[in-house]
Nanobody
């Protein structure tokens, strides 16, 4: 059974940092690209960051470039999102996801439609 379990969310003041984690199980972790997405009520889920299977290549949404860093640990089947200089606009439910699409350009992998495994999400609240 495929499971993606996020953790690390919470409440933080603007300018602060959080590190999200995602634990994967039930599939061959290192054969899939991974991504972080976020969603606020009433809006579509948006891609935040994606990472290649080996963790060498990454891509980010313009809104988080230079502030967020995605990484993965294939030996431990884990995905991370280091979030620095957080802004109130970063408040959302954050999801990790896995995609079987390996030949698409990485920058196109910020589309939620390319992912078929999803976690339940972890809430991030940034106060001003």
């Amino acid at each position: 059974q495929v499971q993606l379990v996020e953790s690390g969310g919470g409440s933080v003041q603007a300018g602060g940092s959080l590190r999200l984690s995602c634990a994967a199980s039930g599939y061959a972790y290192n054969t899939r690209r991974m991504g972080w997405f976020r969603q606020v009520p009433g809006k579509e889920r948006e891609g935040v960051a994606v990472i290649s299977t080996a963790g060498i290549y990454t891509a980010y949404a313009d809104a988080v470039k230079g502030r967020f860093t995605i990484s993965r640990d294939n030996a431990n089947r884990a995905l991370y999102l280091q979030m620095n200089s957080l802004e109130p606009e970063d408040s959302a439910m954050y999801y990790c996801a896995a995609s079987p699409a390996l030949s698409d350009a990485l920058t196109t992998m910020l589309a939620a439609s390319k992912y078929d495994y999803w976690g339940q999400g972890t809430q991030v609240i940034v106060s001003s």
